[in-house]
């Protein structure tokens, strides 16, 4: 069965700092990789994907991720915090292209952006 | 587009009660999922509906659980009869065909009494 293990409950950052959320899975096919983020009181929205194209992953607002192989990780960065990135992050796995929704999600990182 | 549309937005009843949560997918979408999330569990896939036909429903916790999708544009979650652990917030998204995003809805937050 396909997991991801999301390293740290509660991340804090200075606005202006750099942002990683470290994402680890296990999987015994060649996984599809994603990170969510969630703000308060609201659903799940997409940050980005991996699915065995570029290693490194552009999404949106500024964050990226890069899928390392040989480590098992899909961390995700942001050079430059921001106050609007305080949110929940998820790191989710699933191994059926056709079923992109069928995911497994991390227990999630909290992140507080101090100013 | 609205988006994927859930209600109620909050939802209290006492134990025992029948409880039923909706969603409205987006329009052309194929695909729906229900969600649930607590602080314990995290966020659990429950069941999926490919073309309006359950595919996988072994997330759904016990026989109180059931879910339906009567056509392509409404689902809905039944709890009867509804139990504090219960108590959660359950999400429904969707995607479509060749699509590469799942679109979640605001949720349904439950709480039982």
């Known amino acids: 069965a396909q997991s991801v293990t999301q390293l740290g409950s509660h991340v804090s950052v200075s606005e202006g700092a750099l942002v990683l959320l470290r994402c680890n899975y296990s999987?015994?096919?060649?996984?599809?990789l994603f990170w969510y983020v969630q703000y308060p009181n609201q659903g799940l929205q997409l940050l980005l994907k991996?699915?065995?194209?570029?290693?490194l992953v552009k999404g949106i607002n500024g964050f990226e991720a890069e899928f390392k192989k040989s480590e098992t990780s899909f961390h995700l960065t942001k050079p430059s915090a921001h106050m609007s990135d305080a949110a929940e992050y998820f790191c989710?796995?699933?191994?059926?292209?056709?079923?992109?929704?069928?995911?497994?999600f991390g227990a999630g990182t909290q992140v507080v952006v101090t100013p | 587009d609205a988006g994927v549309i859930q209600s109620p937005r909050h939802e209290v009843t006492e134990m025992g009660q029948e409880v039923t949560l909706r969603c409205k997918p987006i329009?052309?979408?194929?695909?729906l999922f229900w969600y649930r999330q607590t602080m314990m569990r995290g966020l659990e896939l429950l069941i999926y509906?490919?073309?309006?036909?359950?595919?996988?429903d072994s997330g759904m916790p016990e026989d109180r659980f059931s879910a339906k999708m009567p056509n392509a544009s409404f689902s809905t979650l039944k709890i009867q009869p509804s139990e504090p652990r219960d108590s959660a917030v359950y999400f429904c998204?969707?995607?479509?065909?060749?699509?590469?995003?799942?679109?979640f809805g605001s949720g349904t937050q439950l709480s039982v009494l």
């Open positions: 989710a796995v699933s191994d059926l292209p056709d079923s992109w929704g069928k995911l497994q």
């Open positions: 999987s015994s096919v060649p996984p599809y």
């Open positions: 991996y699915t065995s194209a570029a290693t």
């Open positions: 329009s052309g979408h194929n695909s």
């Open positions: 509906f490919n073309n309006n036909v359950p595919i996988d």
């Open positions: 998204a969707s995607f479509g065909q060749g699509g590469e995003k799942l679109f």
